[in-house]
T-cell receptor, first 115, second 115 residues
């Protein structure tokens, strides 16, 4: 069975500081990995995804994530955050070749950017 | 505009009164899914559908029903709502499973309160 652990439920940070949101997963097979963002009172939208190839993935709004197979991690980073990045971020995983129904989400990390 | 729509966006109801939350997508997606989002628990899948007339249970299906009679619509039915079904519900859709994309497109959410 797959599972996703987001190690921090809340991350406060000052504007223009760097941020890392941590995500670890467990799976007995190969996986595809995603980060979704949920702005206040909105639905989720895809930030970035890792399917194959380069382990460093760039997404929208200056975010990037690195897939580390040996550490089963997919941490999200941004070198300089803005107030507008305040949102909840969800890491998600689906097994390679598995049923598309089995997209598993982490519990989310609330990023709060302070001026 | 490509989108997933949900109705109603907000609903307050009483225990035991049947209700339906509608979901519709205009992207000709084969896959559709329902999630509920609760504080500290992230998103949990209720039901999903791989195509018309093909549905399956997710992680938390108890107390819910779905149907997929048309490709674009995937309503969520609560036959006898209870207070523990008070939650934020999201519908999502995506193209048929393919190696190039597992991205799900989310609706804006339906906030349901059962008293």
């Amino acid at each position: 069975a797959q599972s996703v652990t987001q190690l921090d439920s809340q991350v406060p940070v000052f504007e223009e500081a760097p941020v890392e949101l941590r995500c670890n997963y467990s799976s007995s097979v190969s996986v595809y990995l995603f980060w979704y963002v949920q702005y206040p009172n909105q639905g989720l939208q895809l930030l970035l995804k890792y399917l194959s190839g380069s382990t460093l993935v760039k997404g929208i709004n200056g975010f990037e994530a690195e897939f580390n197979k040996s550490q089963t991690s997919f941490h999200l980073r941004k070198p300089s955050v803005h107030i507008s990045d305040t949102a909840e971020y969800f890491c998600a995983v689906i097994s390679y070749g598995g049923s598309q129904g089995n997209l598993i989400f982490g519990k989310g990390t609330k990023l709060s950017v302070k001026p | 505009e490509a989108q997933v729509t949900q109705n109603p966006r907000y609903l307050i109801t009483v225990t035991g009164k049947k209700l339906t939350v509608t979901c519709s997508q205009n992207m000709n997606h084969e896959y559709m899914s329902w999630y509920r989002q609760d504080p500290g628990l992230g998103l949990r899948q209720i039901y999903y559908s791989m195509n018309v007339e093909v549905t399956d249970k997710g992680d938390v299906p108890e107390g819910y029903k779905v149907s997929r009679k048309e490709k674009r619509n995937f309503p969520l039915i609560l036959e006898s709502p209870s207070p523990n079904q008070t939650s934020l519900y999201f519908c999502a859709s995506s193209f048929k499973a393919a190696a190039s994309t597992y991205e799900q497109y989310f609706g804006p959410g339906t906030r349901l309160t059962v008293t």
